[in-house]
T-cell receptor
């Protein structure tokens, strides 16, 4: 089955700096990669996603890049703000087989943005 | 608006009791999932379903069961609650294909 590794587990930045979180996946057939943000005591919420036919996607201060050859994808947050502080999860979706439709999540990154 | 709701939001029970957590979605999604979230373990998949009458075990299914009698609901049952099952439980659903998965607000379950 799919295996997703996420790094770093914790990340601390100053307000205004950029933050980068990286994930690697094992199943070369995976075709969809969402990122979720989870604030304390809340549900995980989708912030951005990318499909395997695209190399990069951007939404305001957030961007995701995908390298299919190396099997890794990254979340980039620019001009960080204190409200970006949360736990971030990456995930991968296998294309077929018995895992189809079932996202595999990374272990999460605790991002802290200091004012 | 379509949504996914979990109930109860909080529950305290005793070891050995049977507990059922409800999950209801109005998106008409075929795929539904149950996760538990514990500090240091991220989101761990308990059970999932790809449609009515379909159920599958996830990575931490021991002590849990689900049933899918209709598209909207996937209740999670703890047959005999154990203290190790104290956790936050999230239900989620998504449509087929390369589409996002949406989570409910979670149920905080404490087993004393």
């Amino acid at each position: 089955g799919e295996n997703v590794e996420q790094h770093p587990s914790t990340l601390s930045v100053q307000e205004g700096d950029s933050a980068v979180i990286k994930c690697t996946y094992s199943d070369s057939a995976s075709n969809y990669f969402p990122w979720y943000k989870q604030e304390l005591g809340k549900r995980p919420q989708l912030i951005i996603d990318i499909r395997s036919n695209v190399g990069e996607k951007k939404d305001q201060r957030i961007a995701v890049t995908l390298n299919k050859t190396a099997k890794h994808f990254s979340l980039h947050i620019t001009e960080t703000q204190p409200e970006d502080s949360a736990v971030y999860f990456c995930a991968a979706n296998p294309r077929g087989g018995t895992s189809y439709g079932k996202l595999t999540f990374g272990q999460g990154t605790i991002l802290t943005v200091h004012p | 608006d379509a949504e996914i709701t979990q109930s109860p939001r909080h529950k305290i029970t005793e070891t050995g009791r049977q507990v059922t957590l409800a999950c209801h979605q109005t998106w008409n999604h075929n795929n539904m999932f149950w996760y538990r979230q514990d500090l240091g373990h991220g989101l761990r998949l308990i059970h999932y379903s790809y449609g009515v009458q379909d159920t599958n075990k996830g990575e931490v299914s021991d002590g849990y069961s689900v049933s899918r009698s209709n598209t909207e609901d996937l209740p999670l049952t703890l047959e005999s609650a154990a203290s190790s099952q104290t956790s936050v439980y999230f239900c989620a659903s998504r449509p087929q294909g390369m589409q996002p998965q949406h989570f409910g607000d979670g149920t905080r379950l404490s087993i004393l």
